[in-house]
């Protein structure tokens, strides 16, 4: 569960009393990894440290993480 994910999932899904939200399939079905060109493919997969590949997704949607 990435931070990417919660970020999804807080955006789109049903939030519910508690700050708790849904993780039905019907919310997470449409959850994807976004074109990547060969060499951002080639980066991702070097990086190993999970903030590493946060930032590296954050960067490439273009969102701000609390």
């Known amino acids: 569960m990435s ?3 919660w970020y999804y999932i ?4 049903k939030p519910y009393a508690g700050n ?3 993780v039905a399939k019907n919310y ?3 959850f994807g ?3 990547l060109s060969e060499n951002e493919k080639t980066k991702l997969t ?3 440290e999970q903030n590493e590949i ?3 997704l954050t960067t490439k949607y273009g969102i701000k993480l609390e």
């Open 3 to 5: 931070k990417i994910f």
């Open 10 to 13: 807080e955006n789109t899904s």
């Open 20 to 22: 708790y939200f849904s």
């Open 28 to 30: 997470i079905k449409n």
């Open 33 to 35: 990894i976004c074109d």
């Open 46 to 48: 070097n990086l190993t």
């Open 54 to 56: 946060d930032d590296f």
